[in-house]
């Protein structure tokens, strides 16, 4: 099982850049990067709030579940 993050798309269709995020939410713009590449092992959901709020999004938006892939597969 694996978790896949879908937040390069949220920010495509919101029209939001990587680095007005990242000042927003108080993270580098190396840290989004790796959070959008699915390169991270977890979040904080402090951060992920902040995430949902400049976005006027949901997790679930940002999140998915894709069954029977592994996490090693990334």
């Known amino acids: ?9 949220m920010l495509a269709v919101r029209k939001v850049k990587s680095k007005d995020l990242a000042a927003h939410v108080g993270i580098t713009d190396a840290n989004l990067s790796l959070l959008k590449s699915g390169k ?21 938006e940002l999140l998915r579940y894709v069954p029977g892939a592994s996490a090693d597969e990334k």
């Open 40 to 60: 991270v092992k977890g979040i904080r959901f402090e951060t992920l709030s902040k995430i949902c709020e400049y976005l006027d999004c949901t997790p679930g």
């Open 1 to 9: 099982m694996s978790i896949e993050v879908t937040l390069d798309v």
